[in-house]
């Protein structure tokens, strides 16, 4: 992480007991990149003998870009959420609120039926999936990786929304599996496909939040 040397590093951590930590990741990981602007840059997430998940992004405060990671060891059993940035307040600012509102989600999730609960996991995941599209769309990845994460994503909001009326979600996101399907796997998408599903998935990430919203 070179390009942080000189920058200003400001870390909250939050403790959980009642919630699994890849869920706990996957609500700071939407506390942070729900906010408008917010793109991912890095990732990494692995489940063997303990969960371990990682995720950077890149954010912006007063339009001045600050850098945020998002760290979840179950070993240790706490989540940490480190920001980079030039003004130390600003970030401890962003922060605080950052936390309050994993802690609030956090809380809301504890409160869900069974059911309700695997239905947001489930539109968590799609968040993510749409998130790291983009990611790999910017960073020219071979189709057959962007086109895995669209396939999950859909999955994933189909279970998300069983039992209520047809997300539009599922709809567009079929169409687009049908319209890539017969590109070259190995390569990236052509540069207009690319910039035309990196907008859609855009607009997949405020229905997939607003279902979110919904349940918690």
Known sequence: MNELEGEVKVSRTHEYKK????????LAWYAIASKPGVLLTNHSEAER????GEAMFTARIDQKPIKVKVDVDEEKGSV???G???????????LDGTLNAL???????????????????RALIAKTCWDRVIHKILNKAPLSD??????????????????DDL???TLTTSGWLSRIEPLP????????IATELAKKCIEWKKGTQEVIQNLL
């Open 19 to 26: 919630i699994d930590p890849a869920t706990v990741f996957k």
């Open 49 to 52: 003998q303990s969960f371990k």
């Open 80 to 82: 940490e959420i480190i």
């Open 84 to 94: 980079w940035g030039e003004d130390e307040a600003a970030l401890g600012t962003y």
């Open 103 to 121: 802690e609030n989600s956090s809380g809301k999730y504890l409160s869900l039926a069974d059911e309700e609960k695997q239905k947001l996991r």
């Open 146 to 163: 962007i086109y895995f994460q669209l396939a999950h994503g859909r999955e994933m909001m189909i279970k998300a929304t069983k039992g």
């Open 167 to 169: 997300n539009p979600i």
């Open 185 to 192: 796997k190995d390569e990236p998408p052509p540069a207009g």
